[in-house]
């Protein structure tokens, strides 16, 4: 099969997400200027450097009651800051009910029935208990072809991780689980690693 996306797919669902698989899941936490919580998860999401450490997300479509994009871009384009939280798998409930498309002056940490503490370096919340939390502040917004979509970037200005995540020196995914978005409504965990030597090491 080969399709040209302006002239469309023909297939019950867009393949398109589908084919990036898997992607790792920005839980995103912000604040906004008066105060107010967010929680939101993003799959177009990945680092992009070492030195300093940088991420990237990416904010598609828009919602009614805010003239731009989403909460989290709303919020990053007040305050310049966000962290984002890694998802483990026992999470993930937690996680789909932050994926509503709630009023931006609901807290989705409270409707998830998560705790938050404050980021060490940004004036900014973070998920107790994640795994690993990024600390960030923006960097640039990208706007993208198409309407509402952006890319946006920050230089990480700290990190936590949770003690027992951290086994023989090594931050080990497999103690707990990391949730992959697979595209649809399709998830994955990863639950087994293997290594491979570069020929150069």
Same mark, same amino acid.
Request: aromatic fraction near 8%; charge should be negative; charged fraction near 25%.
């Given at each position: 099969?080969?399709?040209?996306?302006?002239?469309?797919?023909?297939?019950?669902?867009?393949?398109?997400?589908?084919?990036?698989?898997?992607?790792?899941?920005?839980?995103?936490?912000?604040?906004?200027?008066?105060?107010?919580?967010?929680?939101?998860?993003?799959?177009?999401?990945?680092?992009?450097?070492?030195?300093?450490?940088?991420?990237?997300?990416?904010?598609?479509?828009?919602?009614?009651?805010?003239?731009?994009?989403?909460?989290?871009?709303?919020?990053?384009?007040?305050?310049?800051?966000?962290?984002?939280?890694?998802?483990?798998?026992?999470?993930?409930?937690?996680?789909?009910?932050?994926?509503? /498309?709630?009023?931006?002056?609901?807290?989705?940490?409270?409707?998830?029935?998560?705790?938050?503490?404050?980021?060490?370096?940004?004036?900014?919340?973070?998920?107790?208990?994640?795994?690993?939390?990024?600390?960030?502040?923006?960097?640039?917004?990208?706007?993208?072809?198409?309407?509402?979509?952006?890319?946006?970037?920050?230089?990480?200005? /700290?990190?936590?991780?949770?003690?027992?995540?951290?086994?023989?020196?090594?931050?080990?995914?497999?103690?707990?689980?990391?949730?992959?978005?697979?595209?649809?409504?399709?998830?994955?965990?990863?639950?087994?690693?293997?290594?491979?030597?570069?020929?150069?090491?």
């Amino acid at each position: 099969m080969f399709y040209e996306p302006k002239d469309g797919h023909g297939l019950p669902h867009n393949p398109f997400n589908a084919l990036i698989t898997p992607r790792p899941i920005a839980w995103v936490s912000t604040r906004d200027a008066n105060g107010v919580r967010n929680l939101a998860p993003y799959s177009f999401f990945n680092g992009t450097s070492y030195t300093p450490p940088q991420v990237m997300f990416a904010s598609t479509g828009t919602k009614s009651d805010q003239p731009e994009g989403k909460d989290s871009l709303a919020n990053i384009r007040e305050t310049g800051v966000f962290c984002i939280n890694i998802v483990e798998e026992t999470m993930r409930d937690a996680m789909n009910v932050s994926t509503t /498309g709630f009023d931006k002056d609901v807290d989705e940490f409270e409707r998830a029935g998560l705790e938050a503490a404050q980021c060490d370096t940004i004036d900014c919340p973070r998920l107790v208990g994640a795994p690993a939390s990024m600390e960030c502040r923006m960097t640039q917004i990208v706007e993208q072809l198409g309407e509402n979509n952006f890319i946006i970037m920050g230089e990480v200005t /700290g990190i936590h991780m949770r003690d027992d995540c951290i086994v023989d020196g090594i931050f080990d995914v497999t103690t707990f689980r990391p949730l992959a978005r697979l595209g649809y409504r399709d998830y994955s965990v990863v639950d087994n690693t293997f290594t491979l030597a570069r020929p150069d090491d």
